[in-house]
């Protein structure tokens, strides 16, 4: 039996490829827009797109915030839905911007904005109903969530309910999984010890967990824990969960 | 005693006490020890997400109602006490509450006073205050007076000796105990510490307690424990003198509630605790025992200020019940001392600036990866994070934009060169072109990427730009095909 299509299924999605993806792991953006596409999306990608904001916010500077924010409003101008490949950028744009725009001409456009972002593996699960064979062979992986996607967007058990529906694949649950990684963004430069204490942590509880590999769908979680896994001997690490599903289940089509 | 003062001299730097904290594998085992242990009897509590969340709704319910008629509410908590006979006092910082203490004790020739655990005491240092003027406060919560005899302050604000080790504790007890043997059987280590509390109890002039909540309607000081030792401080000396922060009132006796079963849960995973006191008057004349004098001290010290601001006022919510901290990933690596102020951890973050000030505290808000477990369990949904970020928001406030009504130490962390970065930061990322450009030199250039970078490469590998942008490469790329349907799933 086919996939049930949701009755709110779109043909066209914005993708809004985050500023972490955009510079430093191009390729999972790819792989999410792929992924997208052979599920019969066209996928669009306003160029004008640069970043959600957050490292301004979440450091106390609001006008900063705004006004790299305000850049992005006008560049989804359709009502499609707008898929982020980050739960802590999906987090920023769905939840905050319309805190951030309050008592600014802005709000309306802010709210109606976030209020079409969703978060990628929710998108993908939910709205998509995805559910592809998988060609890999037997093994056992670990997800990371991000803690915007855990408690922002309460969407953890989209990125588990998609790797877990791959029939060749066992998910293992790390020590405590629900546990921040330690990235924070500007936390993890102002305060490197805890930072670093939390991640050593994070890789550890990840190669103890018996896991071959974990994916995240958070790019500041995996280059915070790939970047602590990198400085180990063990050649363990991990990827974002849009490649580690286009890889499972057959690459392009 | 050591007279060291971390709440109104805070130290200066967090950082270097976190570093040394974090850095000393001792302490991050038995705090990670004692948090897992911690966050798994509060889990035990809450089988059911639902439960919880209805609880929750209840307490933060009353919590907000209460705050919203707190100063018709205060007013009337002073007249119903006046009326059952329990004398009120009102004091604005730590110096005018410990004067006002003082004075009590004083006026009746005092010299012994037991306590029980009250975190409002530690916030003004009333033992030192008192101990400075030849009055003795002893320390009758177990882990409280662990603390004491160590010469030191609290660590959590419900299990103050949480750093402590058995072994800590027997040495301790061995030295500090007349003819105590060493030994670290739990029990034994137990009946030595409540042996030596029994003789202060007698001889005590005063007995100095905290209140988990005054509830205004009946005149009703609340107070939750489970050593029976606060009420043994509230009973046998004839003089009883609680102190607590104005935000504690509550309106009705039925408020207490939802409040009461949420919070030893909250605390140390218990569905009740083994005392529950309510204090309503001093001794009646038909009655035998009871201390014939009460006293409530009721404390500001930077309440108003959170008060003022309809966001920050939420950080009076709290009931102190630690679960913040319990669950917070930075608390658990560097334990409370590191954090240089009375209250630690999550609530310490976002309430302490009110009582200090932001300058002496702008590090503690950054102490946070706005991570939200704290939130997740707080039993009163204080949006911990947001708070935070707001605060954040507080401290860099450039001089150019202050409010009418400031906080205290306001624009602390304000520095030319920091808003300088993000005006830069804010013109690269708010303009395409400037996105382009900077994205194409750093792409291009991406072999000049420092190897070095500060804290980032501290504990992980640097992080250098791919070859080509997201952008660049989506502008040559042409759409995949769709997938025909699978029949993966029934």
Redesign the interface.
């Known amino acids: 039996?086919?996939?049930i299509a949701s009755p709110s299924r779109p043909t066209d999605v914005y993708f809004f490829?985050t500023?972490l993806?955009?510079?430093?792991?191009?390729?999972a953006?790819?792989d999410a827009?792929?992924l997208l596409?052979?599920?019969?999306l066209?996928?669009h990608?306003p160029?004008?797109?640069?970043?959600c904001?957050q490292?301004?916010?979440?450091?106390?500077?609001?006008?900063?915030a705004r006004?790299?924010a305000?850049?992005q409003l006008g560049l989804f101008p359709q009502p499609w839905p707008i898929v982020v490949p980050s739960g802590s950028c999906a987090g920023m744009m769905h939840r905050h911007w319309p805190t951030l725009f309050a008592d600014t001409p802005d709000h309306a456009q802010a709210v109606a904005v976030a209020g079409r972002v969703v978060e990628f593996a929710d998108f993908l699960l939910n709205v998509l109903q995805f559910?592809?064979?998988d060609h890999g062979d037997p093994t056992q992986v670990a997800v990371h969530t991000s803690?915007?996607a855990?408690?922002?967007m309460g969407t953890h058990l989209a990125s588990e309910a998609l790797v877990e529906?791959l029939d060749n694949v066992t998910r293992v649950s790390p020590a405590r999984e629900?546990?921040?990684c330690?990235?924070?963004?500007?936390?993890?430069?102002?305060?490197?010890?805890?930072?670093?204490?939390?991640?050593?942590d994070k890789a550890a509880a990840l190669q103890a967990s018996g896991a071959t590999t974990f994916v995240t769908a958070d790019a500041g979680c995996l280059?915070?824990i790939?970047?602590?896994l990198?400085?180990g001997t063990q050649p363990f690490a991990g990827q974002h969960l849009a490649s580690f599903l286009l890889h499972r289940t057959?690459g392009?089509? | 005693m050591s007279t060291h003062a971390l709440t109104r001299h805070p130290t200066p730097s967090f950082k270097a006490q976190s570093h040394a904290a974090v850095n000393n594998p001792d302490l991050r085992q038995s705090f990670g020890g004692a948090m897992d242990f911690l966050q798994a009897k509060r889990a035990s509590q809450f089988p059911d997400p639902e439960g919880f969340a209805e609880l929750r709704r209840l307490s933060e319910a009353v919590r907000r109602r209460c705050l919203a008629k707190l100063p018709d509410l205060l007013v009337q908590l002073e007249t119903q006490l006046t009326a059952n006979g329990i004398h009120v006092h009102w004091a604005e910082t730590p110096d005018e509450a410990n004067a006002l203490i003082h004075g009590l004790i004083a006026a009746r020739k005092g010299r012994l006073a037991v306590k029980g655990k009250s975190m409002v005491s530690e916030e003004i240092e009333l033992n030192a205050y008192l101990e400075a003027r030849g009055v003795t406060a002893i320390e009758s919560d177990m882990g409280e007076y662990i603390v004491q005899l160590a010469g030191e302050k609290p660590s959590h604000i419900i299990m103050p000796a949480i750093h402590k080790t058995k072994a800590d504790i027997a040495a301790l007890f061995h030295q500090h105990i007349p003819h105590a043997p060493y030994t670290e059987d739990v029990d034994a280590l137990i009946q030595l510490g409540r042996n030596a509390l029994r003789e202060h109890y007698r001889q005590a002039d005063v007995g100095i307690s905290g209140v988990n909540f005054a509830v205004a309607e009946t005149g009703t000081l609340c107070l939750v424990e489970n050593e029976g030792n606060g009420r043994m401080c509230t009973t046998l000396p004839d003089l009883h003198i609680a102190i607590t922060g104005i935000e504690k009132v509550v309106e009705k006796l039925t408020d207490i509630v939802p409040l009461y079963a949420i919070l030893p849960r909250s605390a140390t995973g218990q569905a009740i605790t083994t005392y529950f006191n309510l204090i309503s008057a001093p001794r009646q004349p038909d009655e035998k025992d009871g201390p014939r004098e009460v006293h409530l001290v009721l404390l500001d010290n930077g309440r108003s200020q959170a008060y003022a601001d309809e966001q920050l006022r939420q950080t009076l919510q709290c009931i102190r019940c630690g679960a913040c901290m319990n669950h917070c990933p930075v608390y658990r690596r560097i334990g409370g001392h590191a954090y240089g102020t009375v209250y630690p951890g999550p609530i310490g973050e976002i309430i302490s600036p009110h009582m200090l000030g932001l300058e002496a505290t702008r590090d503690l808000p950054t102490a946070s990866t706005l991570c939200g477990a704290c939130s997740d369990v707080c039993p009163v949904n204080i949006p911990i994070p947001d708070l935070l970020i707001r605060l954040r928001q507080e401290a860099a406030r450039p001089p150019s934009d202050m409010p009418l009504h400031p906080l205290q130490g306001q624009g602390a962390s304000y520095r030319l060169t920091t808003a300088w970065v993000w005006r830069l930061w804010a013109a690269v990322y708010g303009h395409p072109v400037g996105y382009r450009l900077f994205s194409w030199c750093a792409t291009r250039f991406r072999r000049l990427t420092p190897r070095r970078q500060g804290g980032w490469t501290a504990h992980r590998t640097p992080l250098i730009p791919a070859a080509q942008s997201l952008h660049e490469q989506l502008q040559r790329r042409r759409p995949t095909a769709p997938a025909a349907p699978e029949s993966h799933r029934p």
């Open positions: 039996m086919p996939p490829g500023c993806l955009d510079l430093f792991l191009p390729e953006g790819l827009i792929t596409e052979r599920e019969g066209r996928v990608f160029q004008g797109q640069s970043c904001g490292p301004a916010y979440t450091s106390g500077q609001p006008a900063e006004s790299v305000r850049a559910a592809r064979h803690c915007s855990r408690r922002e529906q629900a546990e921040c330690g990235f924070g963004g500007a936390f993890a430069l102002r305060h490197p010890d805890i930072s670093g204490a939390m991640v050593s280059m915070n790939n970047g602590k990198g400085c057959g392009q089509a």
